[in-house]
């Protein structure tokens, strides 16, 4: 693997489910991102991680939860999340220090019924 | 009002045709400016980077930075099919004071015709 991964792809699921999506990145990198992309809106940072450390919270709902247990895994608990959660969820990483050069993942599609 | 204005287009132009895609923005501390390019059902990639003013070129692709009229431009010359994609432009702050954050546009979404 090389790059930025992302899993699962796709995913469905109801407004009472609990699910994680994972990312994992391949390039040395310590630093590690979790955006969120939703139609006609720009990207919007949901969370930052560097070595680990949560460094910044874009003031998300608690019904998002990050996870960071290394440099190089990024987890997204997902808990009672409502219709307008859905969106394409994506992971990025970069050095510290170099945000301006972000590496992405291909994202999760996110469908909340 | 939004720090970073794109127009979501869409844009559609002929095969060879240049495109000129800009974005404008309203943080005078931005120093740093990027272009995104992402194909449909993928992450962005990073296609263009540039620090502070002035111009950069990289094969048919040019990114333009007017930090005096906080304005900038991606120039694709010979425009090809394989160009079509949403085109994200990206700026930041700089210094450990800014945290992480960098700040996209909406994104345009580009249309190259054979």
């Known amino acids: 693997e090389t790059g930025v991964t992302q899993t699962p792809r796709h995913l469905v699921m109801g407004m009472t489910n609990k699910k994680s999506l994972k990312c994992e990145q391949h390039l040395g990198h310590n630093a590690m991102y979790w955006y969120k992309q939703s139609a006609k809106k720009p990207l919007e940072l949901m969370f930052v991680y560097n070595f680990k450390e949560q460094t910044e919270n874009n003031s998300v709902p608690s019904r998002f939860s990050p996870e960071c247990p290394n440099s190089s895994h990024l987890f997204l608990h997902l808990h009672t999340l409502q219709p307008e959660d859905s969106a394409l969820y994506l992971c990025?990483?970069?050095?510290?220090?170099?945000?301006?050069?972000?590496?992405f993942g291909p994202g999760t599609r996110l469908l909340v019924l | 009002q939004k720090e970073v204005e794109q127009d979501p287009g869409p844009l559609s132009v002929p095969e060879g045709a240049i495109v000129s895609l800009n974005c404008t923005y309203s943080?005078?501390?931005?120093?740093?400016f990027m272009w995104y390019r992402q194909y449909s059902r993928k992450g962005p990639e990073l296609l263009m980077y540039t620090y502070s003013s002035g111009n950069k070129e990289d094969g048919r692709f040019t990114a333009q930075v007017d930090k005096s009229s906080k304005y900038i431009s991606l120039f694709i010359r010979d425009s090809q099919p394989s160009d079509s994609a949403t085109y994200l432009c990206?700026?930041?702050?700089?210094?450990?004071?800014?945290?992480?954050?960098?700040?996209f546009g909406e994104g345009t979404q580009l249309t190259v015709n054979p």
């Open positions: 943080n005078s501390a931005f120093q740093y």
């Open positions: 990206a700026m930041s702050a700089s210094g450990e004071t800014s945290g992480s954050r960098l700040t």
């Open positions: 990025a990483s970069s050095q510290r220090g170099s945000q301006e050069t972000q590496y």
